[in-house]
């Protein structure tokens, strides 16, 4: 009993993980490899999240849809639907320094949240989307563990993709525009062009997350997409893990999301009258430990690697 | 049209608010060349401060502001002691994800110390004055004083920055880094000064929201997005524009309600400054970009 109960937290726990390495991968080619600055990837995520849900639920008077399509049409519309914003988002701020982008993105967010939480008919509101199955619902191979695989191969074939591209020419542009800007235009790259690359391709990956994560948790509310949840850990996560390094992505994904889990069994051993101030102290501690990993190892623990250098003939 | 100038007032005083945080992200952008994400959480942690000033000595609640003003400078600038200036040698973005992280730190300590529930300065209701001359309109004492001390403030940091040696060593920081550092400006001294300012003015702008609504740990975070709007209608880096754009902004939410639920307000502020960004992205005047 006490070793499945254990096995089906591990299990919970890493399909968890998996997600946010999805979303910290995402973030990783926008900000990693282009050095672009979105924290609103809780908006990417939730829009995301709940266009699987009402193409993939049953149909429902409360909210719009749903319409009962099989899970991976729910996945396809999730990232079509991230992708468009991505689009709008990248559209407005590609030529503008990052710290507008920033400024943006956060905005991206907020009406997100406040769209979600304000107009019932499409998203039934405050009262969440319920009963989001998991794929092969109803065979012999529902189970968490199944969904944990299929997560896991949604983790590696991100995970190929993103890595290819990083190692591809396109790749190399977005990181010379990161390291160089104006060196890179007189090379006679448009930086404006990548930029909308990276940043539409990176919050297409963010929708993907957030569609794994709703048939994962089988509940939506506005409440899961607060910057907190959605925004912040996936920047730990990408920071502490070294940013601009795919595997260090996946690894700051597990890792942060053991600590966040470890923090919570901390925090679960106060009395429960302390119950909201142990959930203030867990992102307490997980902001300090970014500012800790910001002033001692801003490489993060799996730092980039340099590119090789050609063989210089002499 | 007494509805109108009702919201006007409403819009004004929101204005207020919105200056005294705008024109603090926008002269530390000035400086140091990084969107402070922390900054709502300043207004939050000046107004708590306010809040526990008062409740100790048994004050009435404007007492809040000079208190609020005072420990939010010292704490600004202890912050960037500890922090920010260990990591300004790096790149100015690596400040925007540390000021990022310092907002949910000062949130959760925040929610730590005075727990999460919504307080006020002083209970009870104030009871407006009715103007019969101005067509019945209301007006609270509160939000007259709101406006007159935010003018105040303004006029006191238009001073500084015209009158005294640091106040023009810091635009001439602003206008030309490079140029000022030639020259000798001490510019370790107007860093901690530009924080002094601007964690006060944000440390007002949370006392006038505290008494203007409730204290609430998300308070400052809901802000801060109108905030930056105003920064950046007025001119990221320009403290003047940061004026305009607060009243701009403070007033468009207010009139807002005459036609979309009340509920999308921050939506107007996000979209003034979307239009702007992709119109004339340097602000009204001229900012940085």
Redesign the interface.
Known sequence: MELSGLASYLVSFLTFAGVYAVLALGLNMQWGFT?Q?N?GIAGFFAVGAYTSAILTTPSSPAYLGGFGMPFLVGLAGAVIASTLLGLVVGL??A??????L???S??IA??VR?FV??EGWLTNGVRGIAGIDRPFADTVLDSPLTYLVIVALFVAGVYFLVERARASPWGRVLRAIRENEPATAAAGKSIAGFRLQAFVLGSAIMGLGGGLYAHFFGFLSPEAFM??YGT?LV??ML?AGGSGNNRGAILGAIVVWGVWSGTALLTGLLPTEYA??G??????L???L??VI??TR?EGILPEKPPKLLARKR | MTDILQLLIYGLVLGSVLTMGAIGVSMIFGILRFAHFAHGDFMTLGAYLGLSFISAFGLSSWWALPAAMVGMGVIAVFIDQVLYRRIRRTQPVILLIASFGMALILRSLVQLIWGSDNQTYASGIQFPWQLDWLGGMRLKPDHLWIMLISLALVAGVHLFLTRTRLGKAMRAMSDNMDLALVSGIPAERVIMVTWVIGGALAAAAGVFLGIDTRLHPVMGWTTLLPVFAAAILGGIGRPYGAIAGGMIIGVSMEMSTLLIPAAYKPAVAFAIMVGMLILRPQGIFKGTV
Do not use: C, H, S
């Open positions: 050095g600055f924290i407005i701020t030529r503008l320094r990052t710290d507008y920033a400024i943006a956060i905005g907020e009406m406040l939480k304000n910057p907190l912040f920047w730990v920071i909201t101030q959930a203030a102290l867990r992102v307490l997980i902001g300090v970014l500012q910001l002033v801003p």
